[in-house]
């Protein structure tokens, strides 16, 4: 007999062994190439039509695909296709795009589809993704993207905004604009000419083809199940913490490129060329908010590649930016490049306060010392933002540097602030100031920036906020002022110029809902310009008139560095792409020697 | 010898006061003493802050956010403890940090024994349902780890509008703490005042037609008010300890200088070897926490006579 304290005892041991047994999430197969990431932030959802977020990038464009994609290696960047069979075949008018879809394209398989078999991809799912943005009632972010281009879209939309909820809705009602002649040919027109939109939307994972059964069967918790044709599948998502992806067994396998750039031969970039991708097992992403833990797991070898803490910069990087002794010793390499990214400190221009004080939001842009700014957070690494567009673009004005917009003026600072007190007929109220982020740096960060404001005599608030919160009240107008930026997906400005477009404010890319009739009616212009001299000139005037009405104050382009283990193969840094998984692979041999060599180096 | 034994056989027939009594046993303890001092040289810091702050003082311990050199400069003896990456004194902000740490440790006791006392008091001397429901209610907050629940408080009080005001930083703290940790002075009063209500001045006093509340707060609670000094004291570091935990895990103040988020930056700047901020934020918590717990005995074992251990 088992008295009361003994079964207590065995229930213990028992529950003991059972949450005991089962493989932890980083325990693999030795043999089982597995890459290893960091998230740095909680991800909102995978749902491509709803994302427009880096994060949720990173993870979706593993899972799904696009009509187009970027060459890995080629530079200048180029388009390719991808589920595509070759480029868009344009009208001579500009207006209509004929797109053949390759064959054999199978979603996941998925509980979704009859038998749990996913089913082969058709013309109709890109039509039905587009409709899907435009539907009202799904509040998209990625709606200011088909804004008024695509004949009969916003017809559609206006319908959806009579449906009463999104279950009403007929996905079978005819847009002029988005035919399928057959199953494998997409034919797109336009109201007008759009000559960036193979780069700027089909190449963009918000046009992934998303299966009608997955929205249907998975309803809201479509935004936790996505269901590609990607070279990965999501296999386990741990809200905030872990995700782990694993390949799609029904991915069609794609050739690693032949060619690249000049010198990729000799960096070992074409040493897998021709080899059918992806080459990894599985990709497993750990949310670490914090930049100390992630270093330290890099330095263990438990994460592949790291950007650079700046409380670590001294120990990786020497003054003469290069690679210190001891991460040669352990075999670590470094990749820098410009980042197609600006931040900056946003105006709401619907506030009241701000909106209608240019003196204030000058002030506020003048307060602030770039200079210092990036030599406390970046370590002197990141260039200061003169204005939106970042310097590797074509329509980069050079003298903008010299046209002082992000000029460190603080007496003339206060001198505006003195005019921008009358024009809002008093003293100033407390001024909020949005940082997504809780974490030390999140606070340093929003440290800074309040700072340098209340130097000239403003009172600032800093409101630090995590990063799903943040986005919600973003889209939602809320915010006074936030800290924010945008990373480019295209090799052309307009990507940094729609965010001030008036028709797409929040949710859509105008997070501060400026308005200038000017702009607009240039940006309108130049969007569907082929790309010259003439719309490069449109582009530097836009970007002019935005900057005089001072909507954000621009802060840095980053400039990345990016370390990463010996064992990472097939490393070359890409602007634009998100979905290169597929191409990177692991040198199991030299992930194990690593262990060797860390035993050696204590 | 006969003057000598006749003093204290004098005072016995006079009598004293327990708070008396306390207070003499008290002052002969050296070391309490010593602690008490520091006790209120931090009061008294934290007073001077805010005092300061109200009437604009120009004194350096408000201005903890000047820039007085370079970005992490290493101790020297201008900055005995150097300074932080915006270049501010680690010591200004040690300094300003006692203010909110203590405000903290106050407000949150306050706001429990606020709760506690008279809950503890109402089930010890009324029992019955009331007692069950008191009883349920503490049994089921203690039985939630008290971290996790200081948490979810300060997470679900965080920007939240209450009667018009909105609770931000320090108050989120402050409240978290103390809407959770009534429970034990709630525990020790309930049990003083059942054993207490039986007792012949409580009777007297009912004979006398005093009503429950009065009885309650006239008579009861003042013969058990030394636990609630006692628990007070004590439960103070702890309070303390719980700023710096929540200022740590980033619930606490953001933008004003506390101990808890100084070791929190000081933590990622480790690496970099900057370890002044660590060091002057853990010594001020050390003969804070220190001062406290010993004050805090001796507090204990001058009132207490049942608990004395000395």
């Known amino acids: 007999m088992i008295n009361r304290y003994g079964s207590i005892a065995l229930l213990l041991f028992v529950l003991v062994i059972i949450t005991g047994c089962g493989k932890s999430p980083s325990e693999t197969d030795k043999n089982e190439m597995v890459l290893r990431h960091i998230m740095p932030t909680k991800v909102r959802g995978l749902d491509p039509g709803d994302m427009r977020d880096r994060y949720s990038f990173t993870i979706g464009s593993q899972i799904f695909e696009t009509l187009y994609q970027y060459h890995f290696l080629k530079r200048p960047y180029e388009i390719v296709p991808l589920l595509a069979e070759e480029m868009p075949l344009v009208s001579d008018d500009l207006l209509t795009y004929t797109i053949k879809i390759q064959k054999g394209i199978f979603y996941q398989d998925d509980e979704c589809f009859a038998g749990g078999k996913g089913r082969e991809v058709q013309a109709d799912d890109f039509v039905y993704s587009l409709k899907r943005i435009a539907n009202i009632k799904y509040l998209s972010q990625n709606w200011s993207l088909f804004d008024d281009k695509i004949v009969g879209l916003d017809e559609f939309r206006e319908y959806t905004k009579g449906c009463e909820s999104e279950q009403g809705i007929d996905y079978s009602r005819a847009v002029e604009g988005l035919q399928t002649p057959d199953d494998y040919t997409l034919v797109i027109r336009l109201k007008k000419p759009w000559p960036q939109m193979v780069s700027t939307a089909l190449a963009d994972l918000s046009t992934a083809p998303v299966a009608r059964e997955a929205v249907d069967f998975y309803g809201k918790d479509i935004i936790s199940n996505p269901v590609g044709t990607g070279p990965f599948m999501l296999e386990q998502w741990r809200r905030g913490s872990y995700f782990e992806l694993v390949r799609n067994p029904n991915f069609r396998g794609e050739a690693y490129p032949l060619e690249g750039e000049p010198g990729d031969a000799e960096r070992g970039y074409l040493d897998d060329a021709g080899r059918i991708m992806p080459f990894a097992d599985k990709i497993i992403w750990t949310v670490i908010l914090e930049s100390q833990p992630a270093w330290f797991l890099f330095l263990e070898g438990k994460v592949d ?85 970042v310097p590797l673009m074509d329509s980069y004005n050079p003298d903008i540097r010299d046209e002082g917009y992000s000029k460190y003026a603080p007496q003339e600072a206060k001198e505006l602030l003195k005019e921008a007190e009358k024009v809002h007929g008093g003293k100033l109220p407390v001024l909020k100031l949005a940082v997504p982020g809780t974490d030390t740096f999140a606070r340093q960060y929003g440290q800074f920036l309040v700072r340098q404001m209340t130097n000239i005599g403003l009172e600032v608030e800093a409101q630090y906020m995590d990063w799903p919160t943040y986005l919600e009240k973003m889209n939602g107008r809320s915010l006074q002022m936030f800290t924010s930026g945008a990373h480019a997906s295209i090799t052309d400005a307009q990507d940094f110029l729609q965010s001030f477009y008036s028709r797409n404010w929040a949710p859509g890319a105008n997070n501060f809902n400026y308005s200038n009739p000017e702009f607009d009616r240039l940006y309108e212009k130049a969007v569907v310009m082929l790309d010259g001299p003439e719309r490069r000139r449109l582009y530097r005037k836009m970007e002019k008139i935005a900057l005089d009405d001072c909507p954000a104050a621009f802060l840095n382009h980053r400039v990345a560095y990016v370390l990463h283990h010996d064992w990472y193969k097939n490393y070359k840094p890409h602007a634009f792409a998100y979905g290169l998984s597929k191409y990177r692979r692991i040198d199991l041999e030299k992930r194990q020697a690593y262990k060797d060599l860390l035993k050696k180096l204590k | 010898m006969t003057d000598t034994a006749t003093v204290p056989s004098l005072q016995a027939q006079k009598g004293r006061s327990l708070w008396t009594d306390g207070v003499r046993r008290l002052r002969r303890h050296r070391l309490a003493m010593l602690c008490f001092l520091i006790i209120v040289l931090y009061l008294s810091l934290a007073g001077f802050t805010y005092l300061a702050e109200i009437f604009d003082w120009d004194v350096n311990v408000v201005k903890w956010s000047e820039e007085v050199g370079e970005s992490y400069q290493r101790p020297t003896m201008k900055h005995p403890f150097g300074t932080d990456i915006f270049g501010q004194s680690v010591l200004r902000k040690t300094l300003y940090g006692a203010k909110t740490s203590i405000t903290v440790a106050l407000c949150a006791s306050l706001i429990s024994l606020a709760i506690g006392v008279p809950l503890g008091a109402v089930a010890g001397y009324f029992g019955g349902i009331i007692d069950e429901v008191v009883v349920w209610v503490y049994s089921t907050l203690s039985s939630i780890p008290y971290i996790l629940l200081i948490l979810a408080f300060a997470v679900v009080l965080q920007d939240k509008t209450f009667l018009g005001v909105k609770i931000t930083g320090i108050s989120t703290v402050y409240l978290a703490i103390g809407l959770t940790s009534w429970v034990g002075i709630c525990r020790l009063i309930r049990g003083e005042v059942i054993k207490r209500k039986q007792g012949d001045y409580v009777l007297a006093a009912r004979s006398y037609g005093c009503s429950a509340p009065a009885i309650i707060f006239r008579h009861l609670l003042p013969n058990v008010f030394h636990i609630v000094i006692i628990n007070f004291s004590l439960r103070f570091v702890g309070f303390i300890h719980a700023e710096v935990i929540l200022s740590f895990l980033g619930l606490g103040e953001a933008d004003r200088p506390s101990w808890g988020a100084m070791i929190n930056d000081a933590r990622i700047e480790l690496s970099r070897g900057v370890w002044w901020q660590m060091t002057a934020a853990t010594i001020a918590i050390f003969f804070l926490s220190l001062a406290l717990n010993i004050f805090g005995d001796a507090l204990r074992d001058s009132l207490d006579p049942k608990l004395r251990t000395r």
Request: net charge positive; aromatic share 8%.
């Open chain 1, 305 to 389: 590649s790291s950007g650079i803490p700046k409380d670590n910069f001294g120990e990786a990087i020497t003054q003469n930016m290069q690679l210190t002794e001891s991460m040669h010793q352990r075999n670590i390499h470094l990749k820098t490049f410009l980042d197609p990214s600006t931040f900056w400190v946003g105006f709401n221009m619907l506030d009241s306060v701000l909106g209608k004080n240019k003196a204030l939001r000058l002030a506020i842009s003048r307060s602030i010392a770039r200079e210092k700014f990036i030599e406390l957070f970046s370590n002197n690494r990141d260039m200061v933002a003169h204005g939106m567009v």
